[in-house]
């Protein structure tokens, strides 16, 4: 059970380094970075990354698929594995749809075009000369000159059965965003239909802190979202989930709906709480399915928060 960190999104471009290093330094056992429209570039992040830390394995979690041709794709994290080698996971999705119509790049068949990239970009990466001729990809007898002796790991970073399955089936592990409850993780790990080979991590909102009411406030901004349509897929097991709908319908205003959130909800959650509490949810997550957690670390100063974490990360 490998517990890591994401790195996020939002952090200021000069506190990107440090981070990473800091990450390094205090044993994460990984570091992810992410591309979400309209922040940073998820290829540069995870070369800058690599370039600063000598044993945190980093993962690209995720790029939207269909908004790079799987060619280029290929030699962008061929580049990573030959030049890290063993040090870096890609991480693919169909992306989130609103953002994907916006930049122009919503297939008409998501799950199709996904599949397409996927199968190109793994059988590229493993030294194949391809020739594709599907309903989004096409390549005609396409080959990267010097292929990777250790191929990264892809994984795909989706939600939802029919996604979930085609995940189980082309790719070599799943990415689910948080946040990751015990029953999501025994969700997705049946729906991927995939052996123990597959690697399964979560994302998961974390604060550390000896007083658990301290570090629940800490983790509630993040759980917003929470008990909208697009989270339905996270929740749907949890035994308080009409319960969850419920509140949201009649508390609209999030600010409002995170504080009315139960703690044991919170707990369930997301990871907030003493060390000793947080390390006994990371070990429930594992026995339900999950192979590693990345924990987002929250409040104004990730910096300082990351230090936090440090009492849970293995390798």
Do not use: C
């Not at 980093?58 to 030049?83: D, K, S, Y």
């Not at 690697?199 to 909208?228: H, K």
Request: aromatic share 6%.
């Amino acid at each position: 059970m490998r517990t890591g960190v994401v790195l996020p999104r939002d952090l200021p471009a000069a506190d990107v380094l440090p981070f990473a290093r800091r990450a390094d330094a205090l044993g994460a056992g990984s570091l992810w970075v992410i591309e979400d429209l309209g922040f940073r570039g998820g290829f540069a992040q995870a070369a800058a990354v690599l370039a600063v830390t000598g044993h945190v394995h980093v993962g690209l979690g995720i790029a939207p698929a269909a908004a790079r041709n799987p060619v280029f794709t290929a030699m962008e994290a061929a580049t990573l594995a030959e030049q890290f080698p063993g040090r870096f996971t890609l991480g693919l999705g169909h992306g989130v749809p609103a953002w994907m119509r916006q930049a122009g790049a919503w297939a008409r068949s998501p799950l199709t075009s996904f599949a397409e990239h996927v199968d190109a970009v793994r059988r590229l990466l493993h030294g194949e000369t391809v020739t594709l001729h599907g309903d989004h990809v096409h390549l005609d007898g396409v080959r990267l000159d010097t292929p990777p002796a250790t191929p990264p790991p892809v994984v795909a970073g989706v939600r939802g059965p029919k996604s979930l399955a085609l995940a189980g089936r082309l790719a070599d592990g799943t990415l689910l965003a948080e946040p990751v409850t015990a029953e999501y993780a025994r969700t997705a790990r049946e729906q991927t239909g995939a052996g123990p080979a597959h690697r399964l991590i979560g994302y998961e909102l974390a604060a550390v802190d000896a007083d658990a009411d301290r570090a629940r406030d800490a983790v509630r901004p993040g759980l917003a979202w929470v008990g909208t349509p697009d989270a339905a897929a996270h929740t749907a097991a949890s035994p308080y989930a009409a319960e969850l709908r419920a509140l949201r319908d009649r508390t609209p205003e999030a600010g409002e709906f995170v504080r009315l959130l139960p703690g044991e909800w919170v707990d369930d959650l997301a990871l907030a709480g003493p060390a000793d509490h947080v390390r006994t949810r990371i070990a429930a997550l594992g026995g339900a399915g999950l192979d590693e957690v990345a924990l987002l670390p929250t409040g104004d100063d990730r910096l300082a928060a990351l230090g936090t974490l440090a009492d849970v990360f293995t390798t």
